[in-house]
């Protein structure tokens, strides 16, 4: 199926009150699990490059690996640049194919961060691809470097949505990203506050730290993304782990990888189902 962009699939989510999962890859086996256990839900799905991964494969070569995999499937699939604060890589990425991309400048003072979510909305609308920026900021980057944690004004959020007319808006209500433990402190009160005022389908960034009872809940909200990125990280190297305990001479790579996924395979599927998704494609 061709790539969509991500408010086609937020739009159902936002109605319907469930949220799209959005899951970081970084090679080619992650991602093809994370296609194969959402085709196998029947859920939509939001595949995200950024930080390593972007370096790794660049944006020509990610966004043909995204359209591969999502040609062999019938259920929605967005290509998605998560995390970027670089117009320039912004750019190269919607031309490589990429359908949605998020802007992030919540490092930048907010006056800043709203003049640049413009320019990449005005951009990306000329090639039917979807922008998500952040107002607000969650602890620590995407990559685990320091970041202060800035909790959303709900009293900002209309003004931001009006401002750059974004189509999905990241908000910070007390994830952490890089978490390895479901013990992120949630103020669910930000969370309906937020919910209740936002124009626009709002976004969870480092829900793998997050309590699956929080999880079931804001995925109700007004929260109909929700990026999931370490925790299939920690699945993904606990099975190469394993493979290689049991089979300590094994020295294919690509036996490695491939008796290493159906972990993330599982764990997707389990996301999926706790954020209603499934079924829904």
């Known amino acids: 199926m061709p ?25 080619y086996e992650d991602l093809v699990a994370i296609v194969e256990a959402a085709q196998e839900a029947r859920s939509p799905v939001i595949l995200m490059a950024a930080g390593t991964c972007m370096k790794h494969w660049g944006p020509t070569l990610a966004a043909a690996l995204i359209k591969e995999v999502a040609d062999s499937v019938d259920i929605p699939v967005v290509a998605h ?3 970027a604060s670089s117009l320039e890589l912004i750019f ?24 640049n979510s413009k320019i990449v909305v005005k951009v990306a609308r000329a090639f039917d691809v979807s922008v998500e920026a952040e107002l607000g900021r969650v602890a620590k980057g995407e990559e685990g470097e320091s970041a202060v944690e800035i909790l959303t004004d709900p009293s900002d959020v209309v003004m931001f949505c009006e401002a750059t007319d974004v189509d999905a808006l990241a908000v910070a209500v007390g994830t952490v990203h890089g978490m390895q433990k479901q013990e992120a402190k949630i103020h669910l009160d930000l969370v309906d506050a937020i919910s209740e005022v936002s124009p626009v389908p709002l976004v969870l960034h480092g829900s793998s730290g997050v309590s699956d009872n929080d999880l079931r809940y804001i995925a109700t909200t007004g929260f109909s993304k929700i990026n999931i990125g370490t925790r299939l990280k920690t699945v993904f190297t606990e099975g190469i782990r394993e493979v290689l305990q049991n089979d300590p001479d094994l020295n294919d790579q690509l036996k490695l990888l491939k008796l290493a996924v159906p972990r993330v395979k599982d764990t997707v599927k389990e996301k999926i189902e706790l954020l209603g998704s499934g079924n829904r494609a």
């Open 3 to 27: 790539l969509v962009p991500l408010t086609e699939v937020l739009k159902d989510a936002q109605a319907k009150k469930y949220a799209v999962p959005g899951f970081n890859f970084h090679l």
């Open 81 to 83: 640049l998560d995390h």
């Open 92 to 115: 190269k990425s919607i031309h490589a194919g990429f359908t949605s991309v998020m802007y992030d400048g919540s490092m930048l003072p907010v006056e800043e961060n709203i003049a």
